[in-house]
């Protein structure tokens, strides 16, 4: 193994916790630095670290560098960027993951324009393989497939970026699967000291005071999602997809022409643009699949489609089937559920 051109991820860390996301990246990384034969690094930067190798480890981190200040936290756009410039001018990896979080999408474009890197934002997909440049013919090896869907997700694209380095994508929570490679994991803990990364012009931007409303809807970790589409038809047509999740205990979810059209709040879209899901069961009500949604719940363990078209995309990767109008199956489906649930 070699000590440079290794593989980073980019940690976010709040309230004593490193985000879900970062540990998911951590999951993939490990997968990816197995691949290329090289170290998996995690970086953190703020306040009171101490003991935070102990969530990244178990995720098989190799090295974990530590950026603490009090000044650090909570973040800000300048000082987290200088950091990472300074950092990756310094120990060249040649991959860089970061979530594709509000933090994530402010510090990315930040540091590959910085670093001439290009970036690859919401990718849905990261795998290692070989390209050959067709103007050129020129043939490289082992680069990182950075995989998202294009052109209003009409078609899924596969971008390289050869010769810049680092390789650099971001990813949304949910899409990568977060997995414990080995409790008992240890690797090296580097403590960096923040003065050589980043100058007091940083921190010009002070935050006087911080507040984060936590959301209500909590669709990501619901183990039943009923989900519905634009062909529910109004916002009252969803009314009867809340009465079939109180039934079984769901979280509704919806497609993004649902909630474009006003049928549901922001916070209940899944797909390429709203949050990605994969709960036991999926019920998708008057959804037709286009591959921006499909992106955000194709990993559900089990999947229903409620559909008047046979021929609706979705329809190819449900498990079951049910061909009819929405308003005259999700009634009986709830009277079905309440008889059977007592």
């Known amino acids: 193994m070699t000590d440079k051109n290794n593989l980073i991820v980019y940690c976010e860390f709040d309230e004593g916790k490193v985000a879900d996301v970062s540990l998911e990246l951590l999951t993939k990384g490990r997968a990816l630095a197995d691949r290329l034969g090289v170290k998996l690094e995690a970086l953190v930067?703020?306040?009171?670290?101490?003991?935070?190798?102990?969530?990244?480890?178990?995720?098989?981190?190799?090295?974990?560098?530590?950026?603490?200040?009090?000044?650090?936290?909570?973040?800000?756009?300048?000082?987290?960027a200088s950091v990472l410039i300074n950092l990756f001018k310094e120990i060249k990896p040649q991959i860089c993951l970061m979530g594709a979080t509000c933090i994530g999408r402010d510090l990315g474009p930040r540091v590959s324009s910085c670093l001439h890197s290009g970036l690859t934002a919401d990718c849905t997909a990261l795998e290692i393989g070989d390209h050959k440049d067709a103007k050129t013919g020129k043939e490289y090896t082992d680069l990182l497939f950075q995989i998202r869907p294009a052109f209003g997700g009409n078609i899924v694209a596969t971008i390289v970026n050869?010769?810049?380095?680092?390789?650099m994508a971001t990813v949304r929570e949910g899409v990568m699967k977060k997995e414990v490679r080995d409790p008992n994991y240890k690797g090296e803990v580097i403590d960096l000291d923040p003065n050589k990364?980043?100058?007091d012009d940083d921190f010009i931007v002070e935050i006087i005071d911080r507040h984060?409303?936590?959301?209500?809807?909590n669709i990501k970790n619901s183990p039943i999602i009923v989900a519905g589409g634009y062909g529910m038809g109004s916002k009252e047509g969803f009314d009867m997809l809340y009465k079939l999740a109180d039934t079984l205990g769901a979280e509704v979810g919806?497609?993004?022409?649902?909630?474009?059209?006003?049928?549901?709040?922001?916070e209940r879209q899944i797909g390429q643009t709203g949050v990605t899901v994969r709960p036991k069961l999926y019920i998708a009500c008057g959804i037709s699949g286009q591959i921006q949604h499909i992106a955000g719940m194709q990993e559900s363990s089990i999947i229903i489609s409620i559909n008047n078209d046979p021929n609706a995309p979705i329809n190819t990767i449900a498990d079951y089937v049910i061909n009819g109008n929405v308003e005259d199956v999700v009634p009986k489906l709830i009277k079905y559920y309440k008889k059977n649930s007592k």
Not at 212 to 217: C, F, G, L, M
């Open 162 to 167: 050869p010769e810049c380095r680092p390789q």
């Open 45 to 80: 930067i703020g306040d009171n670290l101490k003991g935070i190798e102990e969530q990244i480890f178990p995720y098989g981190a190799d090295v974990v560098y530590k950026v603490e200040d009090k000044r650090l936290f909570p973040y800000t756009s300048n000082p987290h």
């Open 212 to 217: 984060i409303e936590k959301s209500k809807i």
């Open 197 to 199: 990364y980043v100058k």
């Open 254 to 266: 919806a497609s993004r022409a649902a909630v474009d059209a006003g049928f549901a709040e922001h």
